[in-house]
């Protein structure tokens, strides 16, 4: 298994500005991801962290809204670009091989006032 | 992603009970994965599974991978008060991202 922490793990933010968000994984994964979660909801998928690379995005999520960075296997960084009270939400870091398990680290709390 | 149905949305259980929750798919699955969601926390896998037919249990947990490859289930056996929470279920058709389900809240009454 792997054990992913985030930092921070609450910001209160205001409209206009941008968060940095950090993960870290305690060993070597070949894939990361990166996820929304409203209260209450489910889990969805923004992009996939790519080490070395550009990150894979899904439909509805952008690059100039959401750059990711991921320079080696263990960290990789989200973040939030000029906020509105519209991102306020759990993101959620997770990693682990591409056929099997997938961890998540504890979430960042965000508020966007 | 894949839709996941997953049901019920919410249960009330009574402590000591067995309870089922169940994930249906309209594709096929590779891998199920089964994780729990304390508040304020990031979801914690319980359970994973990799063949159809397969049965894996975690304690008190045990949960199928359907013969079809489009569903699974959960069973929580002999609840208790720390089962409260939320359970997603998981599944990766033929690549490596993961389709949730909606969740179901489960509340124990002691």
């Known amino acids: 298994s792997a054990v992913i922490s985030q930092k921070p793990s609450r910001d209160i933010c205001q409209r206009g500005t941008s968060l940095t968000i950090q993960c870290q994984v305690d060993s070597q994964v070949t894939m990361m991801f990166w996820y929304r979660q409203q209260p209450g909801q489910s889990l969805t998928l923004i992009a996939t962290?790519?080490?070395?690379?550009?990150?894979?995005?899904e439909s509805g999520f952008v690059i100039d809204k959401f750059p990711i960075s991921r320079p080696n296997l263990t960290f990789s960084t989200l973040t939030v670009s000029n906020m509105s009270p519209e991102d306020s939400s759990i993101y959620l870091c997770?990693?682990?091989?591409?056929?099997?398990?997938?961890?998540f680290g504890p979430g960042t709390r965000l508020t966007v006032t | 992603g894949q839709q996941l149905n997953q049901s019920p949305q919410s249960m009330f259980i009574q402590e000591g009970e067995d309870v089922s929750m169940n994930c249906t798919s309209s594709s096929i699955f590779n891998t199920w994965l089964w994780y729990k969601q304390d508040p304020g926390e990031g979801p914690v896998l319980l359970i994973a599974?990799?063949?159809?037919?397969e049965l894996t249990s975690n304690g008190r947990l045990t949960a199928q991978f359907g013969i079809t490859r489009k569903d699974s289930f959960l069973n929580i056996s002999a609840s208790i008060p720390s089962d409260v929470g939320i359970y997603f279920c998981a599944g990766r058709p033929n690549d490596y991202k993961l389709s949730f389900g909606a969740g179901t809240t489960v509340t124990v009454r002691a």
């Open positions: 962290a790519n080490q070395g690379s550009e990150a894979t995005y």
């Open positions: 599974l990799y063949k159809a037919g």
């Open positions: 997770s990693g682990g091989d591409s056929s099997y398990e997938q961890y």
